[in-house]
Structures are given as C-alpha cells and as structure tokens.
C-alpha cells in the first residue's frame, strides 16, 4: 500500500513539475522587431481569469504611409488583456491612433519569445512642410517577427486595460 502511495505522489510530482517547467514567466519581455524597431510586453495575473496575460505592450514602428513618400516613425503604449494559453497569446488592439496586432510564442522555459507584429497608423500631411495639415494618409508597417528576452528583476511597463500613452520619439 505504501509503494502504491509513494508512486502515486511521485507521477503526481512529475507531472506538476513537468507543468511548471513549461509555463512563461511574469515580467518583461523587451526586444526588437525585424527592423530593429524596440518592442516590449508586460506579463502578469490577469485578475478576472487567475493566469498570466500579456497586461502592457510598448510598440515603436516605422511605417510607410500609402500614397506618400512619407514614412512615419512613432510609438505607442497600451494596456490590455491578452490570456496566455498554451504559451501563446495575440491580441489586436485598435484605437483612433493605431490598430496592432501581436502574436507571441513563449519559450518552455519563459526566458524568451517570438512572434509578429503588425500596424496601421494615420498620419497628418503638410504641404511644404508647414501647417496647416490638407490630408491623412494611412500608414503601414508590415507583419514583421520579433524576438524577445526576460528582463531579470524587470516589471512594466504596466498600464491599465484601454489606457494609451504616445511613446517619446526615439
């Protein structure tokens, strides 16, 4: 009766640790886009659900505005709540300054992650370079990979869901 225990507790230990060893880890994932353009994703417990989200992204892009010889380079913060099942977890966020879309691949042992990113973003037209704006134009940048990395002792950045904040010119 008692080898019948010991196993039992042993496969139930393996199993929660074979479960554990899996899992992404909170924190911050900072990174780059193809491009070179900084990304970053703040991990933690979503409160509705009890599992690690991806709570904050920071997305810098270059992007180049259809119909245009302009290119426009900007940035964005946004909270959001995007569950993590499976090590995985994509999200689009739209808003009047921007729509992104994410998918993120997390490593078995959450130290790192993959994935793709895409934005549109509008942008003003100034003939001759001075106000005032005559158009909009739409501006694109592509589905493009990432790869990110843990940042140790790293927590953020961490904003509410649907709050937005323009990140400073890089």
């Known amino acids: 009766m008692n080898r019948i225990l010991f196993t039992c507790f042993s496969i139930g230990m393996v199993a929660g640790v ?4 899996s899992a992404q880890v909170a924190g911050t994932y900072s990174g780059a886009a193809a491009d070179g353009s900084p990304i970053s994703f703040a991990v933690s417990t979503d ?3 009890n599992v690690l989200a991806v709570t904050s992204a920071s997305i810098d892009f270059t992007a180049v505005c259809k119909k245009s010889a302009t290119t426009l380079s900007s940035g964005w913060g946004y909270g959001l709540t995007a569950d993590i099942t499976g090590g995985k977890a994509s999200n689009e966020s739209a808003y009047n300054y921007f729509d992104i879309a994410f998918t993120i691949d997390f490593a078995k042992d959450g ?9 549109i973003s509008p942008d ?3 003939p001759n370079n001075s106000p005032p704006a005559s158009a909009a134009l739409f501006c694109t940048s592509k589905k493009q990979k990432f790869a990110l990395s843990l940042q140790a002792g790293a927590i953020g950045p961490h904003l509410p869901p649907h709050y937005v904040v ?3 010119p890089r």
């Open 166 to 168: 323009m990140l400073p």
């Open 111 to 119: 130290q790192s992650a993959n994935g793709t990113v895409s934005v």
């Open 18 to 21: 074979a479960t554990h060893a």
């Open 124 to 126: 003003l037209s100034y």
């Open 47 to 49: 409160p509705n659900t």
